[in-house]
């Protein structure tokens, strides 16, 4: 169970064009998901956490009009990069809580989203 | 400060040994703590969770909570060197409900 997975799993794109990434939680609900960007050699960083039926919160320094996120079901966020720059170029990884996990706040990862922005 | 802070490693141990892994938070309030391996390439994958003061185990794995000292350890027991990876603490709660803190990571290599 708590499957998470992420489509694509590497994109290549020219600068000045827009990229969607999916992720799903293939086995659960999820009223909540994360979306992480992780930069070599470095932990993972906070961009934003989506709800269900609302609009993500973001955190500070992470550009809204660039980062767009939706959340549109119970099982579906996507997360697209806007007008990508070389700097963009990221591992970009989402995470899903259980609906019915209650009160945990064990976090499920997908795979992750490889993006090259040439 | 940062707000989770890990031994910086890298952790080199030898197979079959113990590895030691630590980690301490700076928000007092906060309620849940997690262990993340994460292998080069690839996203962080849970291996432990833990919520209250004392030892979990799980397996070859124990983590270890002492709230009062703001600290969580995670024991690897007969390392292989398949536990080779990274290994990320993570905290929610506190004043970040519900979202996670990683810290910097601890790369461990187990040596055959």
């Known amino acids: 169970g708590a499957v998470v997975s992420q489509h694509p799993s590497r994109v290549i794109c020219k600068s000045g064009t827009s990229v969607k990434i999916e992720c799903r939680s293939l086995?659960?609900?999820?009223?909540?998901m994360f979306w992480y960007r992780q930069f070599p050699k470095q932990s993972l960083m906070l961009m934003a956490t989506?709800?269900?039926?609302?609009?993500?919160?973001?955190e500070q320094g992470v550009e809204k009009d660039k980062f767009l996120i939706n959340h549109a079901s119970l099982t579906l966020s996507t997360l697209t990069v806007t007008s990508a720059h070389p700097e963009d170029s990221s591992f970009y990884i989402c995470?899903?809580?259980?609906?019915?996990?209650?009160?945990?706040?064990?976090?499920?990862f997908g795979p992750g989203t490889r993006l090259t922005v040439l | 400060q940062k707000e989770v802070e890990q031994n910086s490693g890298p952790l080199s141990v030898p197979e079959g040994a113990i590895a030691s892994l630590n980690c301490t938070y700076s928000d007092r309030g906060s309620q849940s703590f997690f262990w993340y391996r994460q292998y080069s390439g690839k996203s962080p994958e849970l291996i432990m969770s833990i919520y209250s003061n004392g030892d979990k185990e799980d397996g070859r794995f124990t983590a270890q909570l002492n709230k009062a000292s703001q600290y969580v350890s995670l024991l690897i027991r007969d390392s292989q060197p398949s536990d080779s990876a990274t290994y990320l603490c993570a905290v929610a709660g506190g004043t970040s409900y519900g979202k996670l803190t990683f810290g910097q990571g601890t790369i461990l290599t187990v040596h055959p």
């Open positions: 995470s899903a809580r259980d609906l019915l996990a209650g009160g945990t706040t064990e976090q499920f």
């Open positions: 989506s709800n269900e039926g609302s609009k993500a919160t973001y």
């Open positions: 086995d659960f609900q999820a009223t909540t």
